[in-house]
């Protein structure tokens, strides 16, 4: 069994800053590329970023230059370092991994954490 858990949403006034976590857990044998979405509401579910396991990124337009995603291969951890917030990047944010395990290699989803920034 995989799990992903997140961690690091809340409130934050437009202009700061949050830092999201996600770490897998579970009989894992190798993740390949990691990666956070979005899904604000009334919309559908967004590519935000997306690291491989070799580092390469891959950023969605609306939040290049603000968003910075980055992996700890020893702790199987993705981060989401998010500043100069806007009222706009309100959403629930997953977390997404690819990750082969005794199972099998299958795409895994987090539970989803909060993202309100108040204007």
């Known amino acids: 069994q995989v799990q992903l858990v997140e961690s690091g949403g809340g409130l934050v006034q437009a202009g700061g800053s949050l830092r999201l976590s996600c770490a897998a857990a579970?009989?894992?044998?190798?993740?390949?590329?990691m990666g956070w979405y979005r899904q604000a509401p009334g919309k559908q579910r967004e590519l935000v970023a997306v690291?491989?396991?070799?580092?390469?990124?891959n950023y969605a337009d609306s939040v290049k230059g603000r968003f910075t995603i980055s992996r700890d291969n020893a702790k199987n951890t993705v981060y989401l370092q998010m500043n100069s917030l806007k009222p706009e990047d309100t959403a629930v944010y997953y977390c997404n991994a690819d990750i082969t395990g005794w199972v099998g290699k299958y795409n895994y989803w987090g539970q989803g954490t909060q993202v309100t920034v108040s204007s």
């Open positions: 579970g009989s894992i044998l190798s993740i390949n590329a």
């Open positions: 690291i491989t396991n070799g580092g390469i990124t």
